[in-house]
């Protein structure tokens, strides 16, 4: 019948499609569009210590692409990777990364699509192409401790080494380093980060610029760093639990100089 609304669903897709006739049997229908899918409404997901946890990886590590969708976590540890899924219970498969030409060790990555999440953390503060733009994201101030340890975890790093430069002195003089830093490209988003953490952790930490060292580089870094007694009270509020999502190598550098409880059942992560 001419003028009739005909509708059905692609055999690959299996999307609804909907067409007008003409009216002439030999004429197959013509295709008007797709019938429009309902839009899901934002939400306001609700804090947990994990969730800012995966914050604070995104904002390092992740990226969000521009389709409005998906998102991606990048790390050379497919332990962080194992974790990040476990915090935001993902299905999806660790996947070999292609690396630049400076990387030494494999990366790997999980992509994953939530559009919910997604606008989220537009909301929060992070966009597509973050990288050297990136500046104050929305963290309560509950769980900065939590996205903390996530930035920690993706870009940042502890490292300890014994000093043995003034043993010409004497002998003794013998001392073991602490240093913790948090690392990237955008100095907005270090120095709101320098300011957090002395407001709302108390360690006070000294502001860095890193200029560009290899052919690749065309910025400079920035981080703030913190010495050893800082370091052992950043680190103690950081690893407040031995339950804590985290990275386990970077975890086991910083038991040497703080106490953690040992949990009296396999740690879950």
Not at 226 to 241: D, G, M, R, T, W
Not at 253 to 269: D, L, V
């Amino acid at each position: 019948m001419r003028g009739q609304v005909v509708e059905w669903f692609t055999r690959r897709s299996q999307k609804p499609m909907r067409a007008i006739s003409c009216g002439f049997e030999s004429h197959p229908a013509h295709h008007i569009n797709f019938m429009p899918k309902t839009k899901l409404p934002d939400i306001n997901f609700e804090w947990t210590p994990n969730l800012a946890y995966i914050i604070g990886l995104l904002t390092t590590d992740g990226n969000l692409s521009g389709d409005g969708r998906h998102m991606t976590m990048r790390s050379s540890d497919i332990q962080l990777l194992k974790t990040f899924k476990k915090c935001l219970d993902l299905k999806n498969k660790i996947a070999r990364s292609k690396n630049d030409g400076w990387a030494t060790k494999p990366s790997y990555r999980v992509q994953f699509g939530n559009v919910q999440l997604y606008r989220w953390l537009l909301k929060i503060g992070l966009f597509p192409a973050k990288t050297y733009t990136i500046g104050k994201l929305d963290i309560p101030d509950k769980y900065f401790r939590d996205f903390l340890r996530g930035h920690l975890d993706g870009d940042g790093s502890i490292w300890t080494y014994i000093d043995y430069w003034n043993t010409f002195k004497n002998p003794e003089y013998v001392y073991t380093r602490l240093w913790t830093r948090f690392i990237s490209a955008s100095k907005i988003h270090v120095q709101w980060l320098n300011e957090k953490i002395t407001k709302l952790l108390g360690p006070k930490g000294h502001l860095w610029e890193r200029k560009p060292q290899r052919l690749d580089q065309t910025t400079s870094m920035w981080e703030v760093k913190f010495a050893k007694k800082e370091s052992i009270k950043l680190l103690s509020q950081l690893y407040y639990s031995p339950d804590v999502p985290c990275l386990i190598r970077k975890r086991k550098i910083a038991e040497k100089f703080i106490k953690i409880k040992r949990p009296s059942r396999p740690h879950f992560f």
